[in-house]
């Protein structure tokens, strides 16, 4: 049973990264939070389609939420969606003005 228990650790910390309450997870995910709070106290295991739900919401692989991937990719992980598409802004405006400048950033 330590799969189990490497996913519940694994929800926790990244629900917990996100700076998420189980409530406001478990909405965003679409699922209950006795469901959630189950989850990752290991006392019951998520379906394949709610572990993708959980995976795509706190964009990690399911892989990692199931241990077997060592390493928390980072990138974009704490972002809220607004703070992803202020950067995902930033990025196309600093690219644009990298082609239109002779000043480079990225020698």
């Known amino acids: 049973m ?6 519940g ?6 629900r ?4 998420e309450s189980q409530a406001q997870a478990a909405h965003r995910i679409g699922i209950s939070a006795n469901a ?3 989850y990752e106290k ?3 295991r998520p ?6 739900r959980i995976a795509r919401h706190y964009r990690v692989s399911t892989d990692y939420l199931l ?3 060592l390493d928390l990719n980072l990138s ?8 992803i598409k202020a950067v995902e802004a930033f990025l196309i405006t600093h690219r644009s003005l990298q082609k239109t400048s002779s000043f480079q950033l990225d020698k």
Do not use: K, M, P, W
Not at 2 to 7: G, K, Q, T, Y
Not at 16 to 19: D, M, P, S, Y
Not at 76 to 83: I, P, T, V
């Open 36 to 38: 959630l709070c189950q």
């Open 47 to 52: 379906t394949y389609t709610v572990l993708i």
């Open 67 to 69: 241990g077997l991937e």
């Open 2 to 7: 330590r799969d189990s228990v490497v996913i």
């Open 16 to 19: 917990e990264l996100r700076r």
């Open 42 to 44: 290991n006392d019951r």
């Open 76 to 83: 974009a992980f704490s972002l809220s969606e607004d703070e």
């Open 9 to 14: 650790d694994r929800l926790r910390a990244v």
